[in-house]
């Protein structure tokens, strides 16, 4: 899969993918993403890529011009159907699901916006949906640039160490994740819960399925509500508010 960023800032963007298992994959040739700043698409001495708002107000707005033609030479670089992709406040809110969708696409732009935003006839001409990583304003759309390339590199084959630490991992099955433990067995007095040592399978994974049900009840009870549940995991649900009622 290729991915482009158009950026004023593309330093930040390649700095912060060379760490980690996204760093290893691009390595690997995984994927690729490729910077496009719009300051190399002037012609002026300034590299000039704000203005004033119309209107009056405070701040600057990017202008159309060199974002669109570094919009078009990150397109030349893609496949057909790639997708063109404005990161702002207003947008639509980023989820797992969005980042599994994206991953089976044959490559997409990541368009960061800077200052007040972009002139909105950018946004209605040269873009094809608009995300936002959540309900707050941010410096610009570097960052949530970023949490997306990582959320989709991780579902690409050959990123993560197994296949199956994708499939596991919160919001997979429209649940938070359950609790993680590790070496030392016991620490200051309180020890891995019994199941986890046991080598019943059966009973780990109901146990991890019912603490996944009720962490999500308890942190973001929305997500049960649209995901819906098995009566299965009802029951196991009512097992957890009932452990918890008795503690």
């Not at 309900?135 to 570097?142: I, K, P, T």
Request: hydrophobic fraction near 40%.
């Amino acid at each position: 899969m290729r991915i482009a960023v158009v950026s004023l800032f593309p330093q930040m963007i390649r700095e912060a993918l060379n760490i980690g298992v996204v760093g290893r994959a691009l390595e690997r040739g995984v994927f690729q993403v490729d910077c496009f700043d719009p300051r190399q698409y002037t012609d002026d001495p300034h590299r000039t890529v704000d203005d004033r708002p119309y209107g009056g107000g405070p701040g600057m707005v990017l202008k159309v011009e060199p974002m669109r033609s570094a919009l078009r030479d990150a397109m030349k670089g893609l496949p057909p159907g790639s997708r063109r992709i404005y990161l702002g406040a207003d947008g639509r809110r980023f989820e797992q699901s969005m980042a599994r969708e994206a991953c089976a696409w044959p490559g997409l732009v990541l368009i960061a916006g800077r200052y007040e935003g972009i002139d909105e006839r950018f946004i209605e001409q040269d873009v094809d949906e608009q995300w936002s990583i959540g309900d707050y304003v941010l410096s610009g759309g570097e960052l949530p640039a970023l949490v997306i390339i990582d959320a989709i590199a991780r579902l690409m084959p050959g990123t993560l160490g197994s296949a199956e630490s994708a499939l596991q991992e919160s919001y997979s099955d429209g649940l938070v994740d359950w609790p993680h433990y590790t070496r030392p067995q016991a620490l200051d007095g309180h020890e891995v819960p019994a199941v986890l040592t046991s080598g019943d399978h059966a009973a780990i994974y109901r146990w991890r399925l019912r603490q996944a049900l009720g962490r999500t009840w308890l942190r973001r009870p929305e997500l049960l509500e649209q995901r819906g549940m098995s009566d299965e995991e009802r029951e196991l649900l009512e097992e957890f508010k009932n452990e918890r009622a008795r503690l």
